[in-house]
Antibody, heavy 123, light 107 residues
């Protein structure tokens, strides 16, 4: 069964740091791009960033709202994706989802999602 | 950045009705558009990719059309399970961007 399981969410003070993890199973993780998407309470979806696969040199892309503060990484040997969040702001409060991106020509979209992990930034 | 604008924000409809949601891009994105369904407390689910390709396992009452800057998601006959939020997303260029969402509610 294809599965993504996020962990690491919690309550953190403004200015603090948190590292989210996403454990992957059921598919060949190293072949795929992986994304983080977040959703603030009662709001819509916001794309956070992407890390490409080894064939594409593990390059990353970020939304402007998190660039310079958040870092996406992956460990293909552990089938795991990470989101390091630094200098957290109150507006970073959201449910964070990891999702699988498809890079094959003619496809696209985020076709597998985790259940989400909640990050609350508050003093 | 490419801005995605959905309309309407809320669609009130009855079971059996045809439902149509529009998504407009601030610049041309070709056919690089996906549609997602999200139910409360759940992760989004991919319905349509490349503007009109139905994701495996998605009922055929869902269809997508359009290219360039204007796109449509159509539900041919709304079923009770379809009342949810729907989002479009462009993946033509970074940063990837979502529309603000459309809530489909029971009239």
């Amino acid at each position: 069964e294809v599965q993504l399981v996020e962990s690491g969410g919690g309550l953190v003070q403004p200015g603090g740091s948190l590292r989210l993890s996403c454990a992957v199973s059921g598919f060949t993780f190293r072949d795929y791009y992986m994304d983080w998407v977040r959703q603030a309470p009662g709001k819509g979806l916001e794309w956070v960033g992407r890390i490409r696969n080894r064939a594409n040199s593990y390059t990353t892309e970020y939304a402007a709202s998190v660039k310079g503060r958040f870092t996406i990484s992956r460990d293909d040997s552990k089938n795991s994706l990470y989101l390091q969040m630094n200098s957290l702001k109150i507006e970073d409060t959201s449910v964070y989802y990891c999702a699988r991106g498809r890079a094959e020509p003619g496809t696209g979209g985020l076709d597998v999602w985790g259940q989400g992990t909640t990050v609350t930034v508050s003093s | 950045d490419i801005q995605m604008t959905q309309s309407p924000s809320t669609l009130s409809a009855s079971v059996g009705d045809r439902g149509t949601i529009t998504c407009r891009a601030s610049q041309s994105i070709g056919s690089w558009l996906a549609w997602y369904q999200q139910k409360p407390g759940r992760a989004p689910k991919l319905l349509i990719y490349k503007a009109s390709s139905l994701e495996s396992g998605v009922p055929s009452r869902f269809s997508g059309s359009g290219s360039g800057t204007e796109f449509t998601l159509t539900i041919s006959s709304l079923q009770p399970d379809d009342f949810a939020a729907y989002y479009c997303q462009q993946y033509n260029s970074y940063p990837l961007t979502f529309g603000q969402g459309t809530k489909v509610e029971i009239k």
